[in-house]
Each structure stands twice: as structure tokens, then as C-alpha cells.
């Protein structure tokens, strides 16, 4: 199947967030399954190596013909089309300036348009998030009548309903989308332009990146104001849990830790540890157990109840390092708490060699998010027998399985509360287990074994595009 898969960020070229590790590795997934699968892609600043140039194109936009070009090169065998544009790329971040519903307008727009300059016609168009969801409402309005696009098919996949993508009316105006589209059964949420939303009603299938998740966004509370919308064509979507590239994450030759580790060599890992303990200026202590976080400090990821028990936390013994960037009253709280301390560490950058030795040298690893589509953190750290302390909800309830609740077969700490206090019991518990010893390897053990690869969702995304095909 000719598949073409869009989307802002792709690891290595250009990640911000989990979005960019599914990016950089579902396409490969797919590939050995035998699929034609494209990336396409922002050419942003930071993806230096030009690649090789196919040719330009225009896009018809705000009245006139934004001239582009189009360029190609490969991640680790899948190739990758980027669109050159300057004026809307050419800037060092991927999100975040105040004219992104032009950029990723532009770039919806630019998916449809990239196969003539490409001479490659997909069959299935794979849309993520809102940066590419409006590429669903051109095919089937603007683009209905032009007979080469009648058999192509889109998925969206929803990687975090939070993130929608609401403009003003004018966008609208400027994008050339058809009038008809503007009512609330169309492109129109509340007299603004939603892009996911225009996904979600104009794609064949829409899934989310945990069964749980694709639930939780159907209900008044995770629905972010469209599980009505979502309830309403429930028929049409489903949820994949998400892989990790075990080939980027995997102890065993990771080249940015210490010590690499396998499970028959599990006792390895506190090498790392130590090394983890000196690099950040903590006490060399192997029996404190020791606390990971890498993520976004948000309310999303829990932050708003892991600040009030962080001393609670340290009380206990235990050590904390955080890699973290995000809400500005987050980070200088942290800053402020770490000062000074030798049990506790606040990286507020964004490193991911760091991330890495982070992985590897801690014992926990934590995730109290509020709610979590997926969640890779936990999944990397199963993968470096790092044992998740996470919140019951997406991903996270799809993949940890409490140890206290069953201690054959958990893999990790969950608690359901989200408040503080439901956080600091399962913490305690995860101390207590520590110190006493018993079960802590075996535990390790099983979080190291779990089928953390693309696989099986790989399988279940082929499945997906046949249904799309069918539609
Ligand atoms: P998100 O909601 O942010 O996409 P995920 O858990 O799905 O959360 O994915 C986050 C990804 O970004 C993981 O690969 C994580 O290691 C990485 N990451 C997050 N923050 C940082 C940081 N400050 N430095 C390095 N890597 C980070």
C-alpha cells in the first residue's frame, strides 16, 4: 500500500515531543511490513542537510500562489519529502509563533498538493494532529472534483486533543476553504476555525494512541469540548497504543549511557546510576532510591500535584532529577526547590543525551499526568528497567500494571486519584519495595521484558488504512 504520512516533527529531523518519536519510527515499522510508506514534512531551520531537491510547486493561498520547493531525504530508509518554504519554516522552533494557523494551513494544504511535484500518488494520506488535519476538509471539498484524488483515503490520528488548532474567522477566509464547510457541522467550532476538528469530520478514521484514550476522549471531562462530536462517530474510531524505536531505545547499545545493560545483566544499570548520582551533584548513595522524571512541566503531566509533595518526597530518602521544560511557574519553583540540595536536581533544557542517561540511571520513573493519550516515558523507561510510578489514565493505564495489585505480573506503581496525596502513596510504596529488596529484581526483570516495539500496532495501523480503503 502507498502510504504518505504527514507530519510537523519527525525524529531525528525535527521532534518537540512524543509526536516526533511516533513519527520517526511507525513509518519503519511499516515499511518492513512491506508498505510504500512517505514522510512529509516542514523544512524547518534546524533540518540543515538540504536534501536532494524533486522541484518546485505552488500553493494556491490567501489569493495568490506561494512558490515552494520540494525536497527529499530519508530517515534510516524511509524517505522523507520536505517542504522548502522559507518564509513560514525558516525559523528556529517547529510551534509556537503567532501565525502557526497560516504555517500549518499552508502545510495541510501543501500535503495535497505534494504528489504532482512528487509524481507519487499515495492511497492512503496518514494525517497527525492538528498541524495536518485541515489536508482531510481540502480532499473532500476543494479537491472533490479532481478525479486523481477521488480514490485517496485519510486516517487522523489524534495524538492529544488538547492542542486543536483555533484561528478566527479570517484564516478561514485566507485559507480558501469552501464555504461550506463554515457551520458546526463542518470546519466551524464556536465561530472559530478548529482544524483538528475539521479532521475528525472529514477524515474516513480517526484514532488515538491508546484504547483508553480514544474512551476517555469521548466523556464531558477529556473531551475538550468535542466528545460530542467524537461520541458521534465513534463508529469510526478506535485506538492504537503506540511503539517505541527499540532501536533508539535500547540499553544494550545505547551509545549516550555509561554502562549499556541487558536483562542478563540487569546489575549493570547501577553503574549508571552512580554516574547519573555524580554528573547531577547528588549524594553517591546506590540504596537512595532514585527518582526520574523527563517530560514537559505542565498540569497535563502532573505537576500541579507532584510541586506539593516533592519534599514529602525527599523526606523519605529518596532522590529526584527532573528534566524538564515548560510552564515558567513550574520551572522557577523547581529551580528555587533544587537550590542548593544534594538530594535533588532540576535540568529546565531540553537534552536528549541527557534523557537518556536519565533512563538508564534512575530506579523510578515518574508520571502523574492528569491525563496521558499515550505517554512514552514510560515506555522507554520499561525498556531501561526503570520502574514507571505513573497515573491510571490513557496509555498509562494500557501499559503498567500495579505491582502491589499483582506482584506475579505488575510492572510499575499506578494510582487513580489524581491528587497529591493518591501520588505520595504509591511513591511510598515504590520506596518501601526498594528498601526491602525483595521482589525488586524480578520487578526490573518484567518491566525490561515487555514488547515495547511497533509490531503489533504497526499490524493494527494496516488494518486501519484497509478500513479506510473500504470506507
Ligand atoms: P508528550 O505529551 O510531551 O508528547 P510523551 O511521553 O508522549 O509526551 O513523549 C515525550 C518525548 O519527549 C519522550 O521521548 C521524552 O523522552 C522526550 N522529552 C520530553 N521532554 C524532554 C526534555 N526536556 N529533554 C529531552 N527529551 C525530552
Known sequence: MRILFASAEAYPLAKVGGLGDVAGSLPKALRTLGHDV?????????????????????????????????????????????????????????????DDGKRFGF???????????ANWWPEVVHLND?????????????HATDAR????????????LQHQGRFGRELFDWLGLSPETWNPEGVEFYGQLNFLK???????????????????????ELGAGLDGLLRSRAAKLSGILNGIDIDVWNPAKDEWIPQTYTRSTVEKKSKNKES????????????????????????????DILMPVIPDILALGAQIVLLATGEK????????????????????????????????GADFFLMPSRFEPCGLGQMISLRYGTVPVVRATGGLADTITDVTESPRKGNGFLFKEYTPGALLDAVH??????????????????????????????????????GARAA
Open 107 to 117: 502545510f495541510g494544504k501543501a500535503i495535497l498538493d505534494l504528489p504532482e511535484a
Open 429 to 466: 510504596r515504590a520506596v518501601e519495595l526498594h528498601r526491602r529488596g525483595r521482589g525488586w529484581k524480578a520487578l526490573h526483570l518484567r518491566a525490561m521484558a515487555a514488547d515495547l516495539s511497533w509490531t503489533t500496532s504497526a499490524k493494527e495501523y494496516a488494518s486501519l488504512y484497509e
Open 329 to 360: 511557574r513550574y520551572e522557577e519553583s523547581l529551580a528555587a526547590m533544587a537550590k542548593g540540595r544534594r538530594d535533588m536536581v532540576a535540568y529546565l533544557k531540553y537534552d536528549e543525551a541527557l534523557a537518556h542517561r536519565i533512563y538508564a
Open 149 to 160: 484524488y477521488r480514490d485517496i483515503r485519510t486516517v487522523l490520528t489524534i495524538h492529544n
Open 130 to 142: 492538528w498541524h495536518t488535519a485541515l489536508a482531510a476538509a481540502f480532499l473532500r471539498t476543494t
Open 38 to 98: 512517505r514522510l512529509a514534512m516542514p523544512r524547518y531551520q534546524v533540518i540543515r542537510a538540504a536534501g536532494e531537491e524533486v522541484g518546485p510547486f505552488s500553493v494556491a493561498m490567501g489569493g495568490r500562489r506561494h512558490e515552494a520547493l520540494l525536497r527529499t531525504t530519508d530517515i534510516d530508509g524511509v524517505p522523507v519529502y520536505l517542504i522548502d518554504h522559507p518564509p513560514f519554516f525558516d525559523r528556529p522552533k517547529v510551534y509556537e509563533y503567532d
Open 276 to 303: 547519573l548520582q555524580r554528573e547531577s551533584g547528588l549524594a553517591v548513595d546506590a540504596k537512595a532510591p532514585l527518582f526520574g522524571l523527563v517530560g514537559r512541566a505542565t498540569d497535563q503531566k502532573g505537576f
Open 198 to 220: 475539521a479532521g475528525i469530520v472529514y477524515a474516513d478514521r480517526v484514532n488515538t494512541v491508546s484504547p483508553t484514550y480514544a474512551k476517555e476522549i469521548q466523556t464531558a
